[in-house]
Nanobody, 114 residues
Framework: QGQLVESGGGLVQAGGSLRLSCSASDTLSAGNYMAWYRQAPGKEQEFVASVTHIGISNYAPSVKGRFIISRDNSRNTMYLQMNDLKVEDTGVYYC????????WGRGTQVTVSS
């Protein structure tokens, strides 16, 4: 079964930047559509951004203009460049993709301090 593995999370001060990566074990696990979701403590999981295999992207209003999603199909890897981070961006970031968008990574923690 294919896997998605996130990396790049960490602790950063408000206004700083982080770059998350999501590596798929194979092309099928990546899928035509890949996305990032996040879950803050005590809150429901929410959509952050998505990208298709031809680079069409979509963003949640809360991150538009600050985050950039991209993917390298040759590496089966998706990225999320996060700039001007805010305390409210804190949470566990999950990668989603694969057939029927049914594959999830285990998440990577992003903590933004004030």
């Amino acid at each position: 079964q294919g896997q998605l593995v996130e990396s790049g999370g960490g602790l950063v001060q408000a206004g700083g930047s982080l770059r998350l990566s999501c590596s798929a074990s194979d092309t099928l696990s990546a899928g035509n559509y890949m996305a990032w979701y996040r879950q803050a403590p005590g809150k429901e999981q929410e959509f952050v951004a998505s990208v298709t295999h031809i680079g069409i992207s979509n963003y949640a209003p809360s991150v538009k203009g600050r985050f950039i999603i991209s993917r390298d199909n040759s590496r089966n890897t998706m990225y999320l460049q996060m700039n001007d981070l805010k305390v409210e961006d804190t949470g566990v970031y999950y990668c989603n993709g694969g057939p029927m968008r049914a594959t999830w990574g285990r998440g990577t923690q992003v903590t933004v301090s004030s």
